[in-house]
């Protein structure tokens, strides 16, 4: 049986970009010393329409007090792109699943399709308080638990009564459900966060954790949905440094890692440190607050969770042994990446041009129709850039 392909995704720098790492987030404050591209509509138009030409699926949007926000900001987007899907984070605990659930359909009818969903629990109570959200975190999952079920029902055209421990609704519908009925995505690495994920979502999202942590992670939520009858996928979100050679790669890496101030990274240590996310935890783990030994598994490099709360690690090297450690993943049971990079629209590029190409000689991934990839593979006999 042949193994499906991987989708490839990339990511929207809504609190803004800049040639060297921009730090902060989950939870953190972001800092402005860095941020020398502002989140303006026309920047986050052009990263958006590159990935669009190089064969990127969708974008990720994050959600948080440092960013714009993400329904509104893609909403946008959709008018300046054509084909690009929109993966929208947003917090069950701000909005009603019934009002959610109508603000999905409406996406839909609009943008033509476009709209991807990713669940985002919450594991920062100061950020959560500021929102007025003052439940625990086990208290939040659960709430995730149910928001899930109202939503799942309404979009199945169901007139939905229910009483939860957090949510309660009396007589919701939708005068039109979406179509199609957007994916949801969803993370998390506690207990809590394996039940919510095996009864209600589409796709698992994890980290870039070590592969061997991966393949651990893929078995315990798989056999949790496998318990309830269902089957999930599995997606990975990693920043990615991918140059024509190793060496050109790794001294990327090294510049960015040398441009770090040392008081920043411990403002942000200090910070992340309070986080009650288990993934938090895990990504700290990788690094140990320690600018030595960031290279964690092979190609993998910690040096982004210096400075960056929530996905810490990087894919770093040639496009060919980037390939090989996204094949080793994927083996693993992974098939959608997404990936991200400083400054997000050259790194698309360099993405784009050099690593999607190997993917696709390889036959891991195809470019999707009406992309540059896609226009350049239907007229070549060889892989449509060079597979370096």
Excluded at 51 to 67: D, N
Excluded at 120 to 136: A, K
Excluded at 328 to 334: Q, V, W
Excluded at 357 to 363: E, I, N, S, T
Aim: hydrophobic share 40%; proline share 5%.
């Amino acid at each position: 049986m042949t193994e499906p392909k991987l989708k490839a995704h990339w990511f929207l720098p809504t609190y803004g970009d800049g040639r060297q790492l921009v730090g902060g987030g989950h939870g953190v404050p972001i800092g402005s010393a860095d941020r020398v591209r502002p989140a303006t509509l026309g920047y986050l138009t052009q990263v958006a329409r590159a990935a669009e030409q190089l064969g990127f699926e969708a974008a990720l949007t994050p959600t948080g007090m440092w960013c714009e926000d993400a329904w509104l900001t893609t909403a946008m987007l959709t008018q300046t792109t054509e084909r690009l899907k929109f993966l929208v984070a947003f917090r069950p605990g701000m909005l009603t699943p019934t009002l959610a659930a109508q603000m999905a359909a409406t996406y839909q009818r609009h943008s033509g399709g476009r709209l991807l969903l990713n669940v985002v629990t919450g594991g920062e109570p100061l950020e959560q308080r500021g929102y007025g959200d003052f439940l625990t975190k086990d208290e939040r999952y659960g709430r995730s638990g149910e928001f899930l079920h109202v939503v799942r029902a309404l979009w199945r055209g169901e007139r939905v009564d229910f009483t939860g421990r957090h949510l309660r609704v009396e007589g919701a519908e939708l005068e039109r459900t979406p179509d199609p009925v957007p994916p949801i995505y969803f993370g998390g690495s506690s207990a809590a966060a394996g039940e919510v994920a095996a009864e209600h979502v589409d796709t698992y999202l994890t980290w870039g954790e070590p592969p061997e942590q991966v393949a651990e992670k893929i078995s315990w939520v798989r056999k949790l949905a496998a318990d309830r009858g269902r089957t999930l996928r599995f997606g990975i979100r990693l920043h990615i440094i991918t140059r024509d050679t190793s060496e050109a790669a790794w001294t990327e890496a090294r510049r960015l890692l040398d441009a770090l101030d040392p008081a920043a990274i411990a403002e942000v240590q200090a910070g992340l440190a309070r986080s009650e996310s288990e993934g938090q935890r895990r990504m700290r783990a990788l690094h140990g607050d320690s600018t030595e030994r960031l290279e964690i598994s092979p190609n993998l490099w910690a040096g982004i969770g210096l400075v960056r709360g929530g996905a810490g690690t990087a894919l770093v090297g040639s496009h060919a042994e980037v390939a090989d450690r996204i094949a080793e993943y994927h083996a693993l049971g992974i098939e959608e990446f997404v990936l991200s990079g400083h400054p997000h629209l050259e790194e698309a590029w360099w993405v784009g041009e050099g690593l999607l190409p190997v993917l696709h000689a390889r036959g891991l991934w195809e470019p999707p129709a009406g992309s540059i990839a896609h226009a350049g593979a239907e007229t070549t006999s060889v892989p449509f850039a060079r597979a370096r």
